[in-house]
C-alpha cells in the first residue's frame, strides 16, 4: 500500500537536489558585478500552531531549489507544497496560484519562501522571470551525451539507475522534472512484498512463489500477463535481499498484511517512502549516476530507422537535448492525478473526476504515456484505475490508522449505520462496495482493544491530533461516534452485535469475512470518516520481459525500454498492496540491464 509521508515524524527531509550538497544556514555568495546573489537561505512561517521551515536556494537571483526543511502541515499537504515548488521553480517567482483545497498551507508556503529570500537580502521583485532568464540563456538548445538516459527517479528509475551503474562504466543520466526524487514512492510506506523473506522465516510463516503467483494474478482478476508476473514472483525475493545488502535499505523487523495476500509477506522499509527513496538516490549518486532535476522530458528523439535515441527536456524554459548511446528508459510513473486522463481512461467507474482525490504526487501526470503514444508504443489496459478506499476526506490521503483494519479488527458502516464489505477484502472491492453507499463516505470502528494492541495512540499521534482538528475522527463512546457522524445508533449496535454473534459461531453470514472475525468491544472507540481516492493506474506501455516498449506492431521500439507504473500488463485488473515495490525494482533492474545489453 502506498502511503503519505510522515509516519508520525514532524520531520520530513525531502530527497536532496544535489545530493552531495550540504545545506547551510544562509551561506551566499554575491556576484557583486551583476547585483545578483547566490547561495541558500532559510525562511520560516508561523501561524498559531503551524509552521513550515524552508530552504531556498538561489543561484544568481534564481530560484534552483527549494527544500522543506520541516513541517507540522496535515498529513498529505505535503503534496500541495511540492506542488508549489514546482511551479515557483518553473516561474522563478512566488507569485503562483495557491493549491486548491490547501490555500492555508500554501499561503504559509510561500510566506516562508518569501522569508528566505528577504534573508537573501533580495525582494521577490528581484527575481527576474523565467522568459527574461532564458531568453538570456544560450539561444539555441544545448545537447547532453550519455550511454543510459532514465526518464523519472521514482522507484523504478532509481533501481534502473544503480543497476546501471553497478558494474561497467556507462554514463548514466536520470532526468526529474521535481526538484527532488521519488514521486508516488516517495509518497508510499516503500513496503515490499516477498515470498520467503526473512521475517516471514522468522515467524514461520509459510509461503511460496506459486502462492505469490496465484494472489497476483488473481488479484488482477485473472486479466495480468503471466509471463511478466513470474519474473515479479522470482525476483521478489532477490531483490529484496538486494535492496537490504547492496542498496542499504533498512527494514523493520515486523511486517505487514494487505488484502488479495494469503499470508503476511510483505517487508516494511524504515522510515517508509521517503527514506526508502533517499536510500536509493544516495545510492545512485554514490555509483555515480547523474541526477537532473528540474529537467522535464517532453519527447522522444527517434532517429530515421525508427530507434529511439534520446530525449528533448525542458529545464527553466531552455530545451536540452539528451542523446543516449545505449537506451532510454522510461520511468515517469502512471497518471493518477491527471484528471483529463483519467476520465478519457477509464473504464470501470464511471467517471473519475475531480470531485474524486488522489493519493498520487501532482508529478503524476502521464508524461511519459503521452511520450510514448506519440513514438508508436502499445497500450495495456489504461482503463483498469485503481481507487484506494480508505482516505481522509479532508485530504484525499490515507489513514495511517487504517492499519488496524489491514492487521487486526475493523468494522466499516455506512450512513445507514450497516455494515456492507468484508473490510479484510481487496482495495479493489472495497471501494466499488464504498462507491455504492449513501454519499459514497463509510465510517471505520475501532474499539478500545484494538487501539491498544495495535498502539495506534503512540504511533499515529501526529496523524490522531490533525484529524481531530479536520473533523473527520471522534473517540468515544458508541453514542458519542454516532452523534458526532449523526449516524444511527441502535442501527449502529445492531450491526456490532450481528457481527460479533459471527464472530462468536466463526463464520461472517453476510459477508463472509474470515480474517480476524473477533468481537468488537463495547467500552470506547475511535470512529473515522473515510472515502474513496484514486491510487493507482494499472495499465501503461505494453512490455516484454526484457522491459522493452512493445509498439503497436507487436515488435520492440529499438532503445526503449521502460519500467515501473508507467508500464501496463503486470497487474491485470488491481494491484495489490505492496507489490509496487518489488514490480519498479524487478523492472528497472532488467530495463537497466537490457539497455546495456541489447541492441
Ligand atoms: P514508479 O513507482 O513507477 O517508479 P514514481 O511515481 O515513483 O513511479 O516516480 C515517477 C517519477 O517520474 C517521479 O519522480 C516524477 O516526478 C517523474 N516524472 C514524471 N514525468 C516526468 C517527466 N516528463 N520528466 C522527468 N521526470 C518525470
Redesign the pocket.
Known sequence: MKRVVLAGLFIIIIGCFLTACKFQDNIKTKEEAEGAVSGTFRGEAKEQEEYILVEVMLQKNQISHIEILKHNETPGFEKAMTQLIDDIVAKNSIEVDAVSGATKTSKRFLKAVENAITAAGITSKDLPPIEELSNKADEKSSKIDCDILI???????LSAAIEARSEGDDRVVL????SF??????MSGGEYAAPGNWVQTSLGIEDSEDLFFKDIYEGGNKKGNKDLINIVVQNALPNAYWLRDFVGVEYKDYQSWYGGHTVSRTLWPVGDGPKYVDTLIDKAVELGANIHYN????EFIVNEEGKVIGVR?KRSGKIIEYIAEKGVIL???GFGANVEMRMKYDTRWNGLDESIPTTN?P??VG??LIMAEKAGANFIGLGDIQLYPINNPATGNYYFMDYARLNSNALLVNKNGKRFVDEKDTRDRLSNAMLKQPDAKVYELIDSQVIQDMKLELLYENEIVKCYEQGVLVRGSLQDCCDYFDLPLEKVKKTINRFNSFAEKGKDEDFGRTKNLEKIGDDTYYMFSCIVSVHHTMGGVEIDTHARVIGKDGKPIKGLYA????TGGIHGENRLGSL?MPD?VTFGRIAAQSAKTMK
Not at 151 to 157: D, K, L, R, V, Y
Not at 175 to 178: A, P, S, T
Not at 181 to 186: A, E, S, Y
Open positions: 526518464i523519472g527517479a521514482g522507484g523504478a528509475g532526468l526529474e522534472k521535481m526524487g521519488g514521486g508516488n514512492t516517495r529537467t522535464r522530458a517532453e527536456a520511468a515517469t510513473g504526487s508529478a503524476i508524461d511519459g519500467a515501473g507504473e508507467v509496487s519498479t
